[in-house]
């Protein structure tokens, strides 16, 4: 069965820095979909990148961008330019292709702080 | 953003009552889902379903059902709701015609049982 790990509970970033949150996968598939989930004190999840294993490029979306080492199963997430609106929780998610039932596999998330 | 509904937004109810949560969807989405978020345990799925009629366990299944007798509807009912009980849970949607595959989630149902 696959499993998401992400080893930092808790991180602080000064705004306007960069910060990267770590996550790790393990899987025996070849072709799946990882996804960065942001959960803001709202609680509403908001999807914010996601990265199809079969390209080698990293995703990014406008100050967020991934770096997904496939052979050592990692996918990092890294904010620039770190804004008081990305406080929150982030959760790393896998869904694998083969199942047909489109379940997504979550890790506990890691809460984000910025410091003014 | 998707249109997904969950009602009640908030619930307190007392151990031994019945509860019963609505997720409401209005893209036609094939796949629904039902989460709990508890502290330091992220999320966690409940049940599924992949059509009307059609549902299946998750990970978290002992203490619940559900159903989905239309498209855009899937329930979620706790049939005596015991304290352990007490979380938030998300309903999401996915439609796994082509890619991407993410699921988009419902705004959250805060349940309470004292």
């Known amino acids: 069965a696959q499993t998401v790990t992400q080893s930092q509970p808790e991180m602080s970033v000064q705004e306007a820095e960069t910060v990267t949150l770590s996550c790790t996968y393990d899987t025996s598939e070849s072709d799946y979909y990882l996804f960065w989930y942001k959960q803001p004190p709202s609680r509403q999840m908001i999807l914010v990148i996601r990265q199809e294993a079969y390209k080698q490029q990293n995703a990014t979306e406008n100050r967020f961008s991934v770096n997904f080492q496939k052979a050592a199963k990692s996918f990092s997430l890294k904010i620039s330019d770190s804004q008081l609106g990305d406080a929150a929780m982030y959760f790393c998610a896998y869904r694998s292709i083969m199942n047909r039932d489109d379940k997504i596999i979550f890790g506990k998330g890691t809460r984000l702080h910025i410091l003014p | 953003d998707a249109g997904i509904t969950q009602s009640p937004r908030h619930k307190v109810t007392e151990t031994g009552t019945p509860v019963t949560l609505r997720c409401h969807q209005t893209?036609?989405?094939?796949?629904m889902y039902w989460y709990r978020q508890d502290p330091g345990h992220g999320l966690r799925l409940i049940h599924y379903?992949?059509?009307?009629?059609?549902?299946d366990k998750g990970e978290v299944s002992d203490g619940y059902s559900v159903s989905r007798s239309k498209t855009e509807d899937f329930l979620l009912t706790l049939e005596s709701a015991t304290s352990s009980q007490t979380s938030v849970y998300f309903c999401?949607?996915?439609?796994?015609?082509?890619?991407?595959?993410?699921?988009?989630f419902g705004p959250g149902t805060r349940l309470t049982v004292t």
């Open positions: 379903s992949y059509g009307v009629k059609d549902t």
């Open positions: 893209e036609n989405h094939r796949y």
């Open positions: 999401a949607i996915s439609e796994s015609r082509g890619r991407p595959y993410e699921q988009y």
